[in-house]
């Protein structure tokens, strides 16, 4: 059973960054992170695979979000910059499938373990 532990979620005001951490997973595995805002489904934000770190980004994030990983740390990374209120929600980090290493993609059934989130709040 693999244990993820997302942080670095917190309030922040609109145009500003955070920078979200995972815990956990190892150098192979692809991580995708997601967000959840009230009232709202799930949906995907970032990925990057474990084979050779391609990376992909929803399109509302482009050029704002960068992932990223430290193998020595097992620590995924998720910076967060220009900030705004569509932004906020709890994120998660989730471990992609243990057998395809090279997935990358924002099918949530995809993903086999999935940290606790983490809040974001962006003020206006």
């Known amino acids: 059973q693999l244990r993820l532990v997302e942080s670095g979620g917190g309030l922040v005001q609109s145009g500003g960054s955070l920078r979200l951490s995972c815990t956990g997973p190892?150098?192979?595995?692809?991580i995708g992170w997601f967000r959840q805002a009230p009232g709202k489904e799930r949906e995907g934000v970032s990925c990057i695979n474990g084979y050779d770190g391609t990376r992909n980004y929803t399109g509302s994030v482009k050029g704002r979000f960068t992932i990223s990983r430290d193998n020595a740390k097992m620590t995924v990374y998720l910076q967060m910059n220009s900030l705004t209120p569509e932004d906020a929600g709890i994120y998660y980090c989730a471990v992609g499938p243990i057998t395809a290493r090279a997935y990358c993609s924002y099918y949530a059934g995809a993903y086999e373990y999935w940290g606790q989130g983490t809040q974001v709040t962006v003020s206006s």
């Open positions: 190892k150098t192979y595995y692809s």
